[in-house]
């Protein structure tokens, strides 16, 4: 079953507002919703961020009383839900306008990918820490409930009106709920994001998110009469960069500190690192990016070997050890590597996720660099020429999984220097 991750925002309130204010008699059974046009009238604000801001505040307002706010958001959602009925999916929602137009773009190209019908699809509706958030989210549940389309909320904390709560908090939430989500459903079928309601910032870390984890991004833009697909590309952080700062990482994502505090533990910060810090009230934080990365290498390290463990060297059947990068009969660890360029360039094959490497014909030669050339990546192994500057001698590199390899060769590059 296809899994749809839908970023959700409010589109379905603000278009309720706008719908109301150009037809005043609907307001007549739309109440609550002409209880926020007639609230923002004095407004100089635009009217969908000041009907959002009305309603938050009305919410908060009853928040010491769970029975009056529970009342005051199931009477804004039964008018949602009736405004939803009446414009229908693709005028009332930015979230239903993308699922119906990728269905029927789906359809128009003779395929059935994406098909809004019970038991092809299930919808996780991603939404914000607000009130008005849940109360949209909430209305398009029990709309896909009634259409028998299997759906299920997940609210990311943090995920607010209040800059200082939305940037550090409410960010890294959404990229650990985007990935437990991934982890979750792509055992099951395959998932993809839906990334045209909530926040601009919620979109740009979905982006990343579905790169890193392979996940496709679907996004409507308001004047677009078709989805723009953004595919998985071979995209990988850098494991050495990881390997190098790893346990800073780890540790300032669990101890928000000062810069002094920082540097007097780990000495000067890279600019590298700074760009994955958020500063708050003199104190620095993970970032969402910093988040992503710290959990994108530990995926790595669930799915396949742990970098830099199990890494084995040996010869091939019928070639001995000697002469080659290394002049002991018995070659079996990156310790009995004599030539020391040779050596660096094994170890970054060893960081890349490299799991074994098997030395193979070896030629004396002249050559002006020492370099790594991949010459072929078939499965789960890469045939390579490792280039010294006396000798050339033919490697092949076994990794985990074909994708592994994919993304060593693309780490690599076309050579790969000490």
Same mark, same amino acid.
């Given at each position: 079953?296809?899994?749809?991750?839908?970023?959700?925002?409010?589109s379905?309130?603000?278009?309720?507002?706008?719908?109301?204010?150009?037809?005043p008699?609907?307001?007549?059974?739309?109440?609550? /919703?002409?209880?926020?046009?007639?609230? =923002?009238?004095?407004?100089?604000?635009?009217?969908?961020?000041?009907?959002?801001?009305?309603a938050?505040?009305?919410?908060?307002?009853?928040?010491?009383?769970?029975?009056?706010?529970?009342?005051?958001?199931?009477?804004?959602?039964?008018?949602?839900?009736?405004?939803?009925?009446?414009?229908?999916?693709?005028?009332?929602?930015?979230?239903?306008?993308t699922?119906?137009?990728?269905?029927?773009?789906?359809?128009?190209?003779?395929?059935?990918?994406?098909?809004?019908?019970?038991?092809? /699809?299930?919808?996780?509706?991603?939404?914000?820490?607000?009130?008005?958030?849940?109360?949209?989210?909430?209305?398009?549940?029990?709309?896909?409930?009634?259409?028998?389309?299997?759906?299920?909320?997940?609210?990311?904390?943090?995920?607010?009106?209040?800059?200082?709560?939305?940037m550090?908090y409410?960010?890294?939430?959404? !990229?650990?709920?985007?990935?437990?989500?991934?982890?979750?459903?792509?055992?099951?079928?395959?998932?993809?994001?839906? @990334?045209?309601?909530? &926040?601009?910032?919620?979109? @740009?870390?979905?982006?990343?998110?579905?790169?890193?984890?392979? !996940?496709?991004?679907? &996004?409507?833009?308001?004047?677009?009469?078709?989805?723009?697909? =953004?595919?998985?590309?071979?995209?990988?952080?850098?494991?050495?960069?990881?390997?190098?700062?790893?346990e800073?990482?780890?540790?300032?994502?669990?101890?928000?500190?000062?810069?002094?505090?920082?540097?007097?533990?780990?000495?000067?910060?890279?600019?590298?690192?700074?760009?994955?810090?958020?500063?708050?009230?003199?104190?620095?934080y993970?970032?969402?990016?910093?988040?992503l990365?710290?959990?994108?290498?530990?995926?790595?390290?669930?799915?396949?070997?742990?970098?830099?463990?199990?890494?084995?060297?040996?010869?091939?059947?019928?070639?001995?050890?000697?002469?080659?990068?290394?002049?002991?009969?018995?070659?079996?660890?990156?310790?009995? /590597?004599?030539?020391?360029?040779?050596?660096?360039?094994?170890e970054? *094959?060893?960081?890349?996720? *490299?799991?074994?490497? /098997?030395?193979?014909?070896?030629?004396p030669?002249?050559?002006?660099?020492?370099?790594?050339?991949?010459?072929? *990546?078939?499965?789960?192994?890469?045939?390579?020429?490792?280039?010294?500057?006396?000798?050339?001698?033919?490697?092949?590199? =076994?990794?985990?999984?074909?994708?592994k390899?994919?993304?060593?060769?693309?780490?690599?590059?076309?050579? @790969?220097?000490?």
């Amino acid at each position: 079953m296809l899994v749809a991750v839908t970023t959700t925002g409010t589109s379905l309130l603000t278009n309720a507002v706008n719908y109301v204010f150009k037809n005043p008699e609907r307001g007549q059974k739309l109440e609550q /919703i002409a209880g926020i046009i007639e609230g =923002i009238r004095d407004s100089t604000r635009r009217m969908d961020r000041a009907a959002l801001e009305f309603a938050e505040k009305e919410g908060k307002e009853l928040e010491n009383d769970e029975r009056a706010l529970e009342k005051f958001e199931k009477e804004l959602e039964s008018e949602l839900t009736a405004y939803l009925n009446e414009a229908g999916e693709k005028v009332a929602s930015a979230e239903l306008n993308t699922l119906r137009t990728m269905e029927e773009k789906s359809r128009e190209k003779g395929r059935k990918d994406i098909q809004l019908q019970e038991g092809k /699809i299930h919808v996780v509706l991603l939404h914000s820490d607000t009130i008005t958030g849940r109360v949209c989210a909430n209305a398009l549940s029990k709309h896909f409930e009634k259409n028998k389309i299997s759906n299920q909320l997940v609210k990311t904390p943090g995920l607010e009106f209040k800059p200082e709560r939305f940037m550090i908090y409410g960010l890294n939430s959404l !990229v650990n709920n985007l990935i437990k989500i991934v982890k979750e459903f792509k055992k099951r079928g395959e998932v993809i994001f839906c @990334a045209t309601g909530g &926040y601009k910032a919620e979109l @740009a870390l979905a982006n990343l998110v579905g790169l890193l984890f392979r !996940v496709k991004v679907y &996004y409507l833009h308001e004047l677009f009469n078709d989805t723009v697909i =953004i595919p998985p590309l071979p995209l990988v952080v850098d494991p050495e960069f990881w390997e190098r700062n790893k346990e800073f990482l780890k540790w300032i994502s669990k101890n928000p500190s000062t810069k002094e505090e920082i540097e007097e533990e780990f000495g000067k910060l890279s600019t590298e690192l700074i760009l994955l810090l958020e500063e708050q009230d003199k104190r620095l934080y993970i970032s969402p990016v910093g988040q992503l990365m710290i959990e994108y290498f530990k995926e790595s390290q669930t799915t396949g070997p742990e970098i830099g463990m199990d890494f084995k060297i040996r010869t091939s059947g019928g070639h001995r050890a000697a002469p080659s990068i290394s002049q002991k009969q018995r070659v079996t660890s990156l310790s009995d /590597i004599d030539n020391e360029d040779a050596k660096k360039i094994l170890e970054r *094959v060893k960081i890349l996720g *490299v799991n074994e490497v /098997i030395l193979g014909e070896f030629h004396p030669t002249k050559t002006s660099e020492t370099f790594l050339k991949v010459e072929s *990546v078939k499965d789960n192994t890469l045939d390579c020429t490792l280039n010294c500057k006396k000798f050339t001698q033919k490697l092949i590199l =076994i990794t985990s999984s074909s994708e592994k390899a994919k993304n060593v060769r693309f780490m690599l590059g076309e050579k @790969a220097t000490p």
